[in-house]
């Protein structure tokens, strides 16, 4: 499956399994950046880890920080590797930026993305590939 | 080459030659670095381009929440460029004059982040209020706060023009003077489609405190209506901007209705007390988050005369309102009811408040309540200030 027209926000491309949720996330008070996990046990991916996956979620939501959070993933080697968002908010797109991380916002009507399918991500194409 | 064109096309932000030549390097690392911040916050904010601000405020201050990975950043972004507009610092981790058990290495390390942010020219604030502390420009100025608290109440009360920026967007606004024009810098965002009415009597600040966090939850558009409350006084309306700030990505409130509507009952007050009340009682109480002003200690003041806290109880105020306070006699007045004051710190997140040392807090603050459940993993006892007083002195 490839989903055209997605809107660049970080250029660059990274492929990766497909770790989705509907949930947002506050990458300051959810997310251990030394070890990427999800550490909210309230959230859908709670113990799942962000280390090389294309994160599918809303937008982040919550502490002005956690762009600092998204930058330590990266320097902990535990960054994902595309974000994709329905909405990319200013803490993900500014994370993300200084962490080299390609985001891209999915386009109206995307079909979903299946949980764990491998997923790339050509910001620059505004493209995403899906792989079952 | 046709899907670059379509990219280009696609993309709406337009830049300067100036500002394309920064984002290329030509000003060196730190600058372009900048930009691409902008332009990365600019696109994901539908923006057609940047605009002057007059103010940035910084988030991205306490080493419990940046880390070794945001203290080298800074540290080396700071060695190559200033800021080029007024930048105002939030709380970093402890009191500077009161370091009790705060392990060394860790005030080694709070200090190289305060060194980097002076080293680029930043006022050494400490505070997360900085609308009760500087000058506040004219209406409609357009102006680049991280911490949630501080954009929603400047938006909301000052009818300044801030986003819900983040640390780092607000950092490249700082040393570029820039900001994408978008959002809550323009008009259309600025007038809510949704509006939340509260459907009983609030009896105390933590009801507002309660509403914003239920608004940031059910609100996805960057501001919203409040209707069936009266005008909130000073202490309600940061709370009620924290709350707003902690749990959603909405920026902004105004009094009044919207055309889709949204009721917010003792039910759904009832629900955010469940969720962030997760103590009967605490070990300690902690006033702050937002830091509080000569308003609320004025207030406290009354609340506790002749009084005295059977338990240990931190006032988290900036050292600037510590020292007004001190001038009329207040923080001597509240020391001798048994309060301390904590200066350049706040709650959330801070290591005097750690799992290690307490079990529990008792505090007013819904955001507070937020990070200490969720950050610092200590439960909380939620309370209004006034029963904080009635319950916990003698």
């Known amino acids: 499956m490839i989903i055209n027209n997605c809107k660049k926000i970080v250029g660059g491309s990274g492929e990766g399994p497909a770790l989705v949720t509907a949930q947002p996330i506050n990458f300051l008070s959810m997310v251990d950046a030394k070890t990427g996990k999800i550490t909210d046990p309230m959230h859908e991916l709670y113990k799942k880890s962000l280390k090389g996956v294309v994160l599918v979620f809303p937008y982040a939501i919550g502490s002005s920080v956690g762009a600092y959070s998204i930058y330590s993933t990266r320097e902990y080697g535990v960054a994902p590797s595309a974000v994709v968002c329905y909405k990319t908010d200013i803490t993900t797109a500014s994370g993300c930026a200084i962490a080299d991380i390609p985001v891209v916002d999915l386009p109206k009507g995307a079909p979903p993305i299946k949980q764990g399918s491998i997923a790339k991500v050509e910001a620059d194409a505004g493209r995403i590939t899906v792989k079952v | ?394």
């Open chain 2, 1 to 394: 080459m046709v899907l670059i064109l379509s990219t280009e096309i696609m993309s709406g932000l337009e830049l300067s030659r100036d500002e394309e030549e920064a984002l290329a390097g030509k000003l060196g690392k730190a600058l372009a670095s900048a930009y691409k911040i902008l332009v990365a916050i600019g696109e994901s904010t539908g923006a057609k381009k940047l605009i002057p601000i007059k103010w940035a405020h910084l988030s991205g201050v306490n080493y419990n929440t940046i880390g070794d990975p945001g203290m080298d950043f800074l540290d080396k972004f700071s060695r190559t460029t200033k800021v080029v507009v007024k930048s105002t610092l939030n709380p970093m981790g402890y009191d500077r004059n009161k370091p009790e058990d705060i392990p060394s290495s860790f005030q080694e390390k709070q200090g190289s982040i305060i060194e980097s942010y002076e080293r680029m020219g930043v006022n050494p604030s400490f505070t997360c209020t900085p609308y009760e502390i500087f000058d506040i420009p004219d209406k409609g100025t357009a102006i680049s706060f991280a911490e949630s608290n501080a954009a929603v109440f400047s938006n909301s009360i000052l009818d300044l023009r801030t986003n819900k920026e983040s640390a780092l967007s607000a950092l490249a606004g700082s040393v570029t003077g820039k900001a994408p024009l978008s959002e809550l810098r323009l008009e259309e965002a600025r007038s809510p489609k949704v509006g939340i009415e509260a459907n009983f009597k609030f009896g105390s600040e933590l009801d507002y405190g309660l509403m914003g966090y239920f608004a940031g939850k059910v609100i996805k558009d960057s501001s919203v209506a409040f209707s069936g409350i009266s005008k909130p006084s000073m202490i309600e309306a940061k709370m009620l901007s924290a709350a707003i700030g902690t749990s959603g990505s909405c920026g902004m409130f105004t009094l009044g209705t919207a055309k889709e509507k949204i009721s917010f009952d003792r039910k759904e007050a009832k629900a955010v007390m469940d969720e962030l009340n997760t103590a009967e009682d605490g070990d300690i109480i902690t006033l702050g988050s937002p830091q509080l002003g000569m308003n609320e200690l004025d207030y406290l003041d009354k609340l506790v005369e002749g009084k005295k806290f059977n338990k240990r109880c931190i006032i988290f105020c900036s050292r600037a309102i510590h020292n007004q306070a001190a001038r009329v006699g207040l923080t001597g007045k509240l020391q001798r009811s048994g309060a301390e004051f904590m200066c350049d710190s706040c709650t959330c997140l801070t290591p005097y408040v750690t799992k290690e040392k307490y079990d529990s807090i008792v505090s007013n603050s819904v955001k507070g309540a937020y990070y200490l459940n969720n950050s610092n993993e200590v439960s909380v006892a939620l309370k209004d200030i006034k029963t904080i007083v009635k319950d916990y002195t003698e």
